[in-house]
């Protein structure tokens, strides 16, 4: 893409943001929560875009009077919550989509159906692609467990993102901790609650980048590589974001061992099709787990996942020869083609 655009980075702040939207402190530091902005919006500089950016947090006016104020070509969607709340995340799309101006990564429509991992499990499932058997459980309702779903079995958050309310503790293997377990979810976080089983195997991250033309990346794999034997290897919230937890057991994100003979294009194929059925756009990813029988089980649907450098969508792009600054002109290009195409 040679054209040089108007760009509007919006993205979460912690609370109400500064009334003069100064984040100069926040993106010229190194603070972790801060990596994905400060990459995305340096990146776009560098390749000569302007830019303007917007935190939000529970003002939609603010949004509101940005869009019509200035004349953006496009927004670049990086907010992931509204009010603190993941899912909100499915309303700021609509709002683009009714201001008419193009926006970054996924619609209303796939956030809406990933967000629910019920949902998009029935969605899965319907379509001839395997997921964990699982169990909602409302809160308020009776808990109990249902034969169907074998131990063990983990108990997830029903609406969260980015392994919140996953630990070790998910993990359960008999009826009192399975029941103790969700009563502790809807208790403590005030959450709908899934319970699914534990499928034992590798676990695999598979980006994908497109509209309806899609590209599959090379996969990446989670590592327990001090872990012991016997316990089981789950991506919890700790092992996803927490640096010495990861060290003192050895858990890393790398690219793949290689996979059995013709695995990974029927993975590929698998992602692709899940990719259009859950109705994601932009950008996705999907955390797989693939058993010792070679069977494949879609564990969570990831529409927008972060885009930092050195975070696995980033990644694996790289190693299919899309630079960072590629990757990012091309998520604009697909933004701008998607709502031209509408």
Not at 108 to 130: P, Q, W, Y
Not at 164 to 173: K, L, N, R
């Amino acid at each position: 893409m040679n054209r040089k655009l108007e760009v509007l980075v919006m993205f979460d702040s912690a609370g109400s943001p500064p009334a003069d939207q100064d984040f100069s402190k926040e993106l010229q530091g190194k603070d972790e929560d801060w990596l994905t902005e400060i990459d995305v919006i340096e990146t776009l500089k560098q390749l000569g875009h302007s830019v303007r950016i917007l935190g939000v947090y529970d003002d939609v006016s603010i949004i509101v009077d940005e869009i019509k104020k200035n004349k953006h070509h496009v927004v670049f969607n990086l907010a992931e919550v509204f009010l603190g709340k993941a899912h909100f995340d499915k309303n700021i799309p609509s709002l683009f989509e009714m201001l008419e101006i193009p926006y970054t990564g996924c619609g209303t429509e796939g956030l809406m159906v990933c967000n629910d991992k019920a949902m998009s499990k029935k969605i899965l499932a319907f379509h001839k692609i395997k997921v964990p058997r699982f169990h909602v459980f409302r809160k308020g309702r009776r808990v109990w467990h249902p034969k169907r779903v074998r131990f063990p079995a983990i108990i997830k958050p029903l609406k969260e993102d980015a392994s919140t309310g996953i630990s070790q503790a998910s993990f359960v293997e008999n009826a009192s901790d399975f029941c103790n377990r969700i009563k502790f979810i809807h208790e403590s976080l005030n959450m709908d609650v899934i319970a699914e089983e534990y499928i034992d195997g590798r676990e695999l991250y598979v980006s994908v980048l497109g509209n309806q033309n899609l590209k599959v990346f090379p996969m990446r794999e989670l590592k327990f590589t001090q872990a012991p034997s016997d316990e089981p290897k789950i991506a919890t919230y700790k092992a996803k974001w927490d640096k010495k937890y990861r060290e003192k057991w050895g858990i890393m994100n790398v690219f793949a061992d290689p996979l059995p003979d013709g695995i990974e294009n029927k993975i590929a194929n698998i992602c692709k099709k899940a990719y259009k059925v859950l109705r994601i756009q932009g950008y996705g990813r999907f955390d797989l787990r693939l058993s010792p029988q070679n069977e494949i089980f879609i564990i969570e649907a990831n529409p927008n996942p972060i885009l930092k450098k050195d975070e696995d969508f980033a990644q694996s792009a790289e190693k299919n020869g899309l630079n960072y600054g590629d990757l990012i002109n091309k998520i604009l290009q697909l933004a701008l083609t998607r709502v031209t195409a509408e």
